[in-house]
Antibody, heavy 125, light 108 residues
Framework: EVQLVEAGGGLVQPGGSLRLSCAAS????????MNWVRQAPGKGLEWVSY???????????HYTDSVKGRFTISRDNAKNSLYLQMNSLRAEDTAVYYC???????????????WGQGTLVTVSS | EIALTQSPATLSLSPGERATLSCRAS??????LAWYQQKPGQAPRLLIY???NRATGIPARFSGSGSGTDFTLTISSLEPEDFAVYYC??????????FGGGTKVEIK
């Protein structure tokens, strides 16, 4: 059974940092591109970041503009884990953060068939 | 950036009725459009990918159509568990990947 379990959310002051993790199981993690998607309270879905599968060298990485230079996505295939290092956090980063798997292995076909349960990040003083 | 506009924002229907949800893209996304369902406190669930393909385990009452800029999600006969928020998402041109603002299907 495919499972994605996020952790690391919490309350942080503006300007602070958090590191989110997503533990994957039930599939060959290294073969799948992964994403972070967030949802502010009462709002819609917003894509945050993408990291490609390790198929032929370095994984391709993308970010939405609002987090470039502040967030860093990474993966550890040996630990079947995805990460999101979030620095210089702002109030507008407050959201539930989901990790999400693309539906086909060894592709960048960006539709997501499995999602974690989400972890809440609250940025407030 | 491709913007996705969903309409209506809210759809009030009764169980057994047909639901028709719309998603319009600011430029062509070919058939690279997906639909998700989200219930309160839950993660989104993939319903339809590439405009018209049902994801694994999705009931046949859910269907998707369209191409280019205009897409439709149809629920042929609403079941009680179908009342939720629905989002469209394009993967044609990214980054950034974009989602629509959502349509809430509520019980009338």
């Amino acid at each position: 059974e495919v499972q994605l379990v996020e952790a690391g959310g919490g309350l942080v002051q503006p300007g602070g940092s958090l590191r989110l993790s997503c533990a994957a199981s039930g599939f060959t993690f290294s073969s799948y591109s992964m994403n972070w998607v967030r949802q502010a309270p009462g709002k819609g879905l917003e894509w945050v970041s993408y990291i490609g599968y390790i198929g032929s060298g370095s994984a391709i990485i993308h970010y939405t503009d609002s987090v470039k230079g502040r967030f860093t996505i990474s993966r550890d295939n040996a630990k079947n884990s995805l990460y999101l290092q979030m620095n210089s956090l702002r109030a507008e980063d407050t959201a539930v953060y989901y990790c999400a798997r693309v539906s086909r292995p060894e592709t960048a076909d960006q539709h997501f068939d499995y999602w974690g349960q989400g972890t809440l990040v609250t940025v407030s003083s | 950036e491709i913007a996705l506009t969903q309409s209506p924002a809210t759809l009030s229907l009764s169980p057994g009725e047909r639901a028709t949800l719309s998603c319009r893209a600011s430029q062509s996304v070919s058939s690279y459009l997906a639909w998700y369902q989200q219930k309160p406190g839950q993660a989104p669930r993939l319903l339809i990918y590439d405009a018209s393909n049902r994801a694994t385990g999705i009931p046949a009452r859910f269907s998707g159509s369209g191409s280019g800029t205009d897409f439709t999600l149809t629920i042929s006969s609403l079941e009680p568990e179908d009342f939720a928020v629905y989002y469209c998402q394009q993967r044609s041109s990214w980054p950034p990947l974009t989602f629509g603002g959502g349509t809430k299907v509520e019980i009338k």
